[in-house]
């Protein structure tokens, strides 16, 4: 079993920043490919970021590529996802997910967080 549990969501202005931060405990992290993900309210569950093992690679949603970076520590057990230049498309609950699989998908995720609300005001 994986717990994970996200944290720096909030409220910003159009054009701010946040720091999405995922703790990870239970199975050992080095070992699980790491996703953010993001859903609309009456919409489906959608890809944002993912990043391989160690780090060495990561996949990112057309719609955030140049403006969002995901990262992880492994020493710390934790994965960020750095959201600059947001608008309000970007608005939506953020959940970390962890598998065994470098996708976009969320069906190739065995474990998720409760996820943390983003609010981007325009």
């Known amino acids: 079993q994986v717990q994970l549990v996200e944290s720096g969501g909030g409220l910003v202005q159009a054009g701010g920043s946040l720091r999405l931060s995922c703790a990870a405990s239970g199975r050992t992290f080095s070992n699980l490919v790491m996703g953010w993900f993001r859903q609309a309210p009456g919409e489906e569950r959608k890809f944002v970021a993912a990043?391989?093992?160690?780090?060495?690679?990561?996949y990112v949603a057309n719609s955030v590529k140049g403006r969002f970076t995901i990262s992880r520590d492994n020493a710390k057990i934790a994965v960020t996802l750095q959201m600059n230049s947001l608008n309000a498309e970007d608005t939506g609950v953020y959940y970390c997910?962890?598998?065994?699989?470098?996708?976009?998908?969320?069906?190739?995720?065995?474990?998720w967080g409760q996820g943390t609300q983003v609010t981007v005001s325009s």
């Open positions: 990043i391989s093992y160690n780090g060495g690679n990561t």
């Open positions: 997910a962890a598998g065994g699989i470098l996708h976009s998908t969320p069906a190739r995720y065995d474990y």
